[in-house]
């Protein structure tokens, strides 16, 4: 079986004002249908470059990207991202933003109103229907931002440091959330690739964790994450779990070293 997104001797250098930043080099990585990748490595190695390359937002300077056997050469909508910073429109509300996608897919209304409130309850914004984003702290943007995401319910979710802004509390909540969203249906599978920093959230939520090297950024292990899923966060209080935590952090000390 061929794996659902194909990263293949993939390369990217920045013109910087000054000089050439060399950001990706040759990075290889193979995601499975339905599969829950997360992408961990230090700061500056190139993750968010790598998410706008399969996102299509930025062209790799050499190698290729498929998606679902067809190569990336442009967004799509069935292959949404989630920012590192939130993208909500200031001007729509939070009911517009979430449904911003189901429009331009020309989703009848009716099913609109009904996946917008359900997504509004799910990320704990019932009351802020109508509320602009201005009138929002900035975990609440980023929660309009994860709705607007789920909405179109897109076969690939590309998301770079979601939960990074969110209080401990809401960030559980919303893993649990994305694990459940997470799981195949029965009818379709969805394949996610997820950066983040958090250890603890990466070996919680992911199939496989793929660990870079510091800049310019290549894969340097990719690891299986044995826990069956769904899972509770309980699990997180386990030695095996945390023998995982411990052997990804050493990964990650000896680069910022090197
Ligand atoms: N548009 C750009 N122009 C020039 N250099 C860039 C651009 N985007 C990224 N870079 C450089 O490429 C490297 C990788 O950046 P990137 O944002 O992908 O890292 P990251 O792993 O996501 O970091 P962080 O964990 O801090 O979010 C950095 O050195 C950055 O300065
Ligand atoms: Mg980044």
């Known amino acids: 079986m061929?794996?659902?997104?194909?990263?293949?001797?993939?390369?990217?250098?920045?013109?910087?004002?000054?000089?050439?930043?060399?950001?990706?080099?040759?990075?290889?990585?193979?995601?499975?249908?339905?599969?829950?990748?997360?992408?961990?490595?230090p700061s500056g190695c190139g993750k968010s470059t790598l998410v706008f390359i399969v996102a299509g937002l930025?062209?790799?300077?050499?190698?290729?990207?498929?998606?679902?056997?067809?190569?990336?050469?442009?967004?799509?909508?069935?292959?949404?991202?989630?920012?590192?910073?939130?993208?909500?429109?200031?001007?729509?509300?939070?009911?517009q933003n979430i449904g911003y996608g189901l429009q331009q897919t020309k989703t009848p209304k009716k099913e609109q109103d009904e996946i917008v409130n359900h997504l509004i309850d799910l990320v704990g914004l019932s009351g802020f229907r109508d509320a602009y984003p201005k009138e929002l702290s900035g975990g609440m943007k980023k929660r309009v931002d994860l709705a607007r995401a789920y909405a179109t319910n897109p076969t690939v979710l590309l998301m770079d440091e979601p939960f990074g802004a969110l209080d401990a509390i809401t960030k559980e909540k919303m893993q649990e959330d994305l694990?459940?969203?997470?799981?195949?249906?029965?009818?379709?599978?969805?394949?996610?690739?997820?950066?983040?920093?958090?250890?603890?959230?990466?070996?919680?939520?992911?199939?496989?964790?793929?660990?870079?090297?510091?800049?310019?950024?290549?894969?340097?292990?990719?690891?299986?994450?044995?826990?069956?899923?769904?899972?509770?966060?309980?699990?997180?209080?386990?030695?095996e779990f945390q023998a995982l935590r411990g052997h990804i952090r050493e990964l990650l000390v000896e680069e910022e070293a090197s």
């Not at 967004?75 to 939070?94: I, K, L, S």
Request: proline share 6%; charged share 20%.
């Open 179 to 239: 694990m459940r969203l997470s799981v195949a249906e029965a009818d379709r599978q969805r394949t996610v690739l997820f950066v983040t920093h958090d250890l603890e959230e990466a070996i919680f939520l992911a199939d496989r964790v793929a660990v870079m090297t510091a800049r310019p950024g290549t894969i340097q292990v990719v690891l299986d994450i044995p826990f069956s899923r769904p899972r509770e966060a309980s699990i997180k209080l386990s030695n």
């Open 58 to 95: 930025v062209s790799p300077s050499g190698g290729a990207v498929q998606v679902g056997g067809a190569p990336v050469h442009e967004p799509d909508p069935d292959r949404t991202v989630v920012f590192q910073g939130d993208a909500v429109f200031p001007w729509m509300t939070v009911a």
């Open 2 to 41: 061929s794996a659902y997104i194909q990263i293949q001797d993939v390369r990217k250098s920045f013109e910087g004002t000054a000089r050439q930043i060399e950001a990706l080099r040759d990075v290889n990585l193979e995601v499975q249908a339905g599969e829950f990748m997360c992408l961990v490595g």
